[in-house]
């Protein structure tokens, strides 16, 4: 384990800098304060302790080259994965223009409740799921649930009344509420921080294909729906739920754990990837539940921030998720046409999520850059609300800009890996914030109510007062996190402050770590 005067720690820019790395035989554990060595340090620990006495030199060519190659076999999976998992949620939009509703008989009300139900089962499991995404193998756990939802969506053609759709959708939920939590632990454990804003926009801008894919695929069975020996909504629920089980099957086999047990990396190359995280204060993962950790959570004021941002920000994302595809007929156009036009929205969602994850890092403020699109979707609800009826071209492009707004529900994701250290306090938080992402979910399609159709003004007002108080929360956040590195700064700074030798690994949480420093 390196000492502090050993040690030339990776800053913010490590791929510019060469870092040598020299431990000691003997670590010196006496040196500790007790109760750092209680609290019972990280996995990578073991990887380190195993090395100890050796001199590591990481070249920024060999950590560009590491990079690129943990990047090559992780990040395809994660996008894939990610995009299958917005796909699937909206799979329901899809089929409730092409028969589903006529055919199991439901009307708006109980639509609104087939929508809802999805998120009452991610509600009830959400916590259990993140303790067991601590507390078993992350990659195979992850793997299960993805093997789970997809044999569960595909069952969902199978439904033939409200009864039916409405346990298969609660139990969807329940197994799709571990990808988010359990991908925000993936982009902690493998990326330093200002690598993790970027690939978190990589990956859950895969949301925008998934949406592409679906409208395109959706169109084409619509249109060929004569020819089916099965209904398209059921054919539709059959095709994405199929091939996202067949996805969980190769996850299961390819995706490692940690880096301790990755198979595409070398003995040498696991101990540069834990190495190279370092710097993130946050190790690669701790299996022991910790109460502390998680009271530190509950009383923490940029937790709360970031649960009821997603409480507000979700509200519109539950609502539209599920209305899309009507509300463009709305505009004027029809249910085939829906499923096309609802394409470009995905596109849209990807070139906003990938330019402004690569300005937020280029400019190391991705709080403020990522802003940027919640104002865009302030500014299309604003013309889906107030344009006339009948300016059907306008109310759509209104609709496209609302699609940008995700920027901001993936920067805040994106901090839960970057901001919040100690491995249970972690999960607590990513629980905690799609806990509040369920309620907004499970609200949002209930403010689309029969009374208001086709233009639904009430919703769509609501919807805007959602995203301006989302909005509102990521401005608290941002001078929150500065004032906390000013704080930090200062107890640095402070006569006779020392380093705690190893604390990189010693699962302490962001607010025990002086040397925890706050992305923006």
Not at 70 to 93: A, E
Not at 373 to 378: C, K, R
Request: charged share 15%; glycine share 8%.
């Amino acid at each position: 384990m390196a000492t502090d005067q050993d040690t030339k720690s990776l800053d913010q820019g490590s791929a510019e800098k060469a870092v040598d790395i020299s431990r000691e035989s003997d670590v010196g554990i006496e040196r500790i304060p007790k109760h750092v060595v209680d609290n019972d340090p990280d996995e990578a620990l073991k990887l380190v302790a195993a090395h100890a006495g050796e001199t590591i030199i990481l070249e920024p060519e060999e950590q560009k080259k590491l990079l690129r190659k943990i990047d090559r076999h992780m990040m395809p999976f994660l996008c894939v994965v990610y995009g299958l998992n917005y796909l699937d949620k909206t799979t329901l939009s899809y089929a409730s223009v092409m028969g589903f509703k006529t055919d199991l008989n439901i009307g708006v009300s109980q639509y609104n409740w087939v929508a809802s139900i999805f998120y009452f089962g991610y509600l009830v499991w959400e916590w259990p799921t993140n303790w067991l995404l601590q507390r078993l193998p992350l990659a195979k756990y992850s793997a299960f649930n993805v093997i789970l939802w997809g044999l569960i969506l595909a069952v969902t053609a199978a439904v033939k009344n409200l009864g039916g759709a409405l346990a298969v959708r609660f139990f969807l939920g329940a197994a799709e509420a571990a990808v988010s939590p359990g991908f925000v632990l993936f982009t902690s454990q493998w990326y330093t921080k200002p690598e993790q804003g970027t690939r978190v926009s990589w990956w859950f801008s895969f949301n925008g294909w998934g949406q592409i894919v679906g409208g395109v695929v959706a169109y084409g069975i619509a249109t060929a729906h004569d020819s089916l020996l099965i209904k398209g909504w059921q054919l539709i629920f059959l095709v994405f739920g199929l091939f996202t089980a067949l996805m969980g099957v190769f996850f299961l086999y390819w995706m490692p754990d940690s880096q301790l047990n990755a198979r595409f990396l070398t003995e040498h190359e696991r101990l540069m990837a834990v190495e190279r995280i370092r710097v993130n204060q946050q190790g690669v993962g701790n299996k022991h539940f910790k109460w502390y950790q998680c009271k530190e959570a509950l009383t923490d004021p940029m937790i709360w921030a970031f649960a009821l941002f997603s409480l507000f920000g979700n509200i519109p994302n539950g609502g539209i998720t599920n209305y899309f595809s009507q509300l463009i007929v709305a505009f004027g156009f029809t249910p085939n046409q829906s499923l096309l036009l609802g394409a470009p929205g995905g596109a849209i969602q990807i070139i906003t999520l990938i330019t402004f994850g690569h300005l937020g890092r280029k400019f190391n403020n991705r709080i403020l850059i990522n802003s940027a699109g919640p104002l865009l979707a302030i500014l299309g609800l604003f013309l889906i609300r107030f344009l006339p009826i009948e300016n059907r071209g306008g109310r759509l492009a209104g609709y496209y800009l609302y699609s940008s707004g995700s920027t901001g529900f993936v920067c805040v994701l994106s901090l839960i890996s970057s901001n919040i250290a100690g491995w249970t306090k972690k999960t607590t938080a990513a629980a905690m914030y799609l806990i509040a992402y369920c309620v907004g979910n499970i609200i949002g399609p209930q403010v689309f109510q029969s009374g208001d159709a086709p233009a639904y003004h009430t919703a769509i007002t609501v919807v805007l007062v959602s995203f301006i108080i989302a909005y509102l929360h990521m401005v608290f956040i941002y001078f929150w996190c500065r004032r906390q590195n000013s704080i930090n700064a200062s107890i640095r700074a402070a006569p006779g402050y020392t380093k705690v030798e190893g604390q990189e690994f010693m699962d302490l949480t962001d607010r025990e770590n002086p040397e925890f420093v706050y992305a923006l």
